[in-house]
């Protein structure tokens, strides 16, 4: 079965720190991908995507993630956390464009001052 | 733009009541989602609708939950009866292509 999975439910880094969240995928071909933050209260926001092209996408916040085909994966990282950045992050798959979308548990970020 | 739009944003309700959660979905976007979260269960999808047709709604708990989607601006969804298991955050999302989705503040629906 199709599926998304984020072995890590709960992170805690300390302020300037880097990050690396992780994401696998179990899909036949490569599918859409995606980060999602959520920051308390707040609906989600959208960090990053990829479709094709560079494995290395850039998002907002400062974020990055690489495509790793050979590893299924889409790992989430940032050079150095602000405590902003403290929220819980979904990575999310679509197989092909009119699929409906399949979100990860998510992993709670934790800053440290 | 303004983004989704969601009402109210919190609602406090008794077991038994009727709850009509609305959503504006962002113009132009012919995807409209309505998830639901909770710590128990995370994010889940309920329902979603392709140019104001429902699509999957494999993920409405039961009959008590409904949705309409009117028109391309406005959707609701409703339970009724509402029962307190019911208390979640609700969601709401809208994408021009069924992948890339923009969600809403959300609704805190507490069912006492």
């Known amino acids: 079965a199709q599926s998304v999975t984020q072995p890590d439910i709960h992170i805690t880094v300390s302020e300037g720190a880097s990050l690396e969240l992780r994401c696998n995928y179990s899909?036949?071909?490569?599918?859409?991908l995606f980060w999602y933050v959520q920051s308390p209260g707040q609906g989600l926001q959208l960090l990053l995507k990829?479709?094709?092209?560079?494995?290395l996408v850039q998002g907002i916040k400062g974020f990055e993630a690489e495509f790793k085909r050979s590893q299924s994966s889409f790992n989430l990282r940032k050079p150095s956390v602000h405590w902003s950045d403290a929220a819980e992050y979904f990575c999310?798959?679509?197989?092909?464009?009119?699929?409906?979308?399949?979100f990860g548990k998510g992993t709670r970020l934790h800053i440290l001052p | 733009d303004a983004g989704v739009i969601q009402s109210p944003r919190h609602e406090v309700t008794e077991m038994g009541q009727e709850v009509t959660l609305r959503c504006k979905p962002i113009?132009?976007?012919?995807?409209l989602f309505w998830y639901r979260q909770t710590m128990m269960r995370g994010l889940e999808l309920l329902i979603y609708?392709?140019?104001?047709?429902?699509?999957?709604d494999s993920g409405m708990p039961e009959d008590r939950f409904s949705a309409k989607m009117p028109n391309a601006s406005f959707s609701t969804l409703k339970i009724q009866p509402s029962e307190p298991r019911d208390s979640a955050v609700y969601f709401c999302?809208?994408?021009?292509?069924?992948?890339?989705?923009?969600f809403g503040p959300g609704t805190r629906l507490t069912v006492l």
């Open positions: 999302a809208s994408s021009p292509l069924g992948n890339e989705q923009f």
């Open positions: 899909y036949g071909a490569t599918p859409y």
């Open positions: 990829y479709f094709s092209g560079d494995t």
């Open positions: 999310a798959v679509v197989l092909n464009r009119d699929d409906k979308i399949i």
């Open positions: 113009s132009g976007h012919d995807y």
């Open positions: 609708f392709n140019n104001n047709v429902p699509i999957d």
